[in-house]
């Protein structure tokens, strides 16, 4: 039976993000992914907020993605554009990309790295013991592993035969999205009636002083409110048809669709992210609506948290007890964001209650604490890991600093790009002797003279030492003292 160490089943944007971060971390992974190749039809995520581009910039690949995409102000809450040019970051932004654009540059990176790929090939059921997990394939083969990884989306078979439970709450509105031609010239952009919110766009746009500004000509994606929740089977071209004439009073001619799909606001979160050898990571952890944009990036970030954890754990740095901080960081950070996709949901509502509702939101969102607060939140730069208490960069994102080093000026972001930890002195030596970590953990002497300023939270003190785990979170802040570096980096590095 072939081996790998880690095998992923699921090669969308989460399970391609973690398989590079394992290949980073030295770990023999695979990739079992049912599409013959990277090809993704249909629209999804239109594009990353502004902590998965740092976090792709950690990465040195966000230039990639930057390079074909458009920049422009993407967070928002309840159709409120929430600003974050103003936020200290390198990118003060969201990117406009599709799903397809975003899959096929992560699967290049990933091609560049020791990752095998069995493409047109699907899990259909796995045993796990002590020691190993046997991942059955529909098509007769297996493979042995000693974890398995399901970022097989919502309908997560991995999740499933692990019989881990997905409580949350069934839908209450439904949507189909289609890509078509139009014989008859549409009336593109935002509609909102009794029954919902529906957009029609074309495939092709730039986006103009923050307005998006769609070609003249091209296929023309359909986003339209059903009538009634609860429709199960492949929707038609006659059933978009119908739903067109309902709140158009027209199907524009519709024909020739390259596809058409369903989504709806079900909104479930997996109790454990963990069961044994077998994780879960992305849709196949936590589904909900799509407003906000957040489900890809919450993805990615998953494979981020987890990526050189588990790769820790395979090389025997860490024992598996490490595993279990992954669910402990990213449970809340999705149950946040059900809890917004719920709430931009129930302020979709036309009645005129919500309507002066979503009025009340929107002022409140125009006022600046709030819009700070609530950009900070969809834009992922708030994201603030519980590694207790302490200085404020504890447990929140390194920013990406310009460290002044005896090799010049190294931006932070450019020391993680080997998906490594790193230890940056920035003033006196401390006594703490921390070679047994040296071949896990890099010390870098830095100077660094201008602010330290954190999104939302603002100015913080300067520290004296800096723990940046690979995942670009700080792991332990030096205040002048060593007092807890050793810990920090038996907790989070390993003892040996
Ligand atoms: C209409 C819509 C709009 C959206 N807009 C946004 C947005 O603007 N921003 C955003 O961040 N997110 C958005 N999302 C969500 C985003 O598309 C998902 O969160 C994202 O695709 C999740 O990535 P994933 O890799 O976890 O799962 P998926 O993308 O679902 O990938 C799962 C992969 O696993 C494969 N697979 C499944 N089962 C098996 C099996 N048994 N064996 C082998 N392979 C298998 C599938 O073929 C697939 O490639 C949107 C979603 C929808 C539906």
């Excluded at 002195?425 to 201008?450: H, I, K, N, Q």
């Excluded at 670009?472 to 003292?481: D, N, P, R, S």
């Amino acid at each position: 039976m072939t081996e790998h160490a880690v095998v992923i089943a699921g090669g969308g944007p989460t399970g391609l993000m973690l398989a590079g971060e394992l290949a980073l971390g030295g770990v023999d992974v695979a990739i079992v992914e049912r599409r013959p190749d990277q090809n993704l039809p249909g629209l999804r995520a239109g594009g990353l907020h502004a902590r998965t581009i740092e976090v792709l910039d950690q990465r040195g690949i966000a230039e990639r993605f930057l390079s074909e995409g458009q920049a422009a102000q993407v967070a928002g809450l309840s159709m409120v554009r929430l600003d974050i040019s103003d936020f200290p970051t390198r990118h003060p932004y969201g990117l406009g990309l599709r799903q397809k654009h975003i899959e096929r540059i992560l699967a290049g990176w990933v091609g560049e790295l020791a990752v095998t790929l069995y493409r047109g090939r699907e899990v259909s059921g796995f045993v796990q013991d002590d020691t190993h997990v046997d991942v059955e394939l529909a098509d007769g083969g297996s493979l042995r592993a000693e974890y398995l990884v399901g970022c097989d989306g919502g309908r997560s078979l991995v999740r499933k035969r692990a019989g881990i439970e997905f409580p949350g709450w069934d839908a209450t509105t439904s949507s189909l999205i289609a890509e078509v031609e139009m014989a008859e010239e549409p009336e593109l952009g935002i509609r909102r009636d009794a029954l919902g919110v529906h957009a029609l766009g074309r495939e092709e746009y730039e986006i103009r002083d923050g307005e998006v500004v769609y070609a003249d000509r091209g296929p023309v994606g359909v986003m339209v409110t059903e009538e009634h929740v609860g429709a199960t089977g492949k929707p038609t071209l006659r059933d978009l048809s119908e739903a067109l004439v309902a709140v158009y009073g027209t199907d524009f001619g519709a024909h020739s669709p390259t596809f058409i799909s369903r989504f709806t606001d079900l909104t479930r979160q997996a109790a454990a992210y963990r069961r044994g050898r077998v994780l879960l990571a992305g849709d196949a952890a936590h589904v909900h609506a799509p407003d906000g944009g957040q489900g890809l990036n919450l993805g990615v970030q998953d494979a981020v948290n987890l990526g050189w954890k588990l790769a820790q754990v395979v090389s025997g740095t860490s024992p598996d007890s490490l595993l279990d901080t992954y669910q402990a960081e990213r449970h809340p950070v999705a149950a946040r964001v059900l809890r917004t996709t719920m709430a931009s949901v129930a302020l979709r509502r036309s009645d005129d209650r919500t309507k002066a509702l979503r009025d009340t939101v929107a002022e409140l969102l125009g006022m600046d604490e709030p819009r700070t607060r609530f950009a900070g939140m969809m834009s992922g730069l708030d994201i603030h890991y519980d590694l207790g208490d302490g200085h404020p960069l504890l447990g929140r994102r390194m920013p990406d600093l310009d460290l002044v080093t005896a090799d010049g000026v190294v931006r932070a972001y450019a020391l993680l790009h080997d998906a490594g930890a790193v230890l940056v002195f920035l003033g006196e030596p401390l006594a703490c002797d921390t070679s047994p970590w040296a071949d896990r953990v890099s010390a870098v002497d830095a100077e660094y003279d201008g602010e330290w300023e954190l999104p939302v939270l603002g100015h913080v003190a300067a520290p004296a030492a800096v723990l940046i785990r690979p995942d670009g979170y700080v792991a332990w802040v030096g205040e002048g003292t060593d007092a807890g570096l050793r810990d920090a980096l038996t907790t989070w590095f390993g003892s040996r």
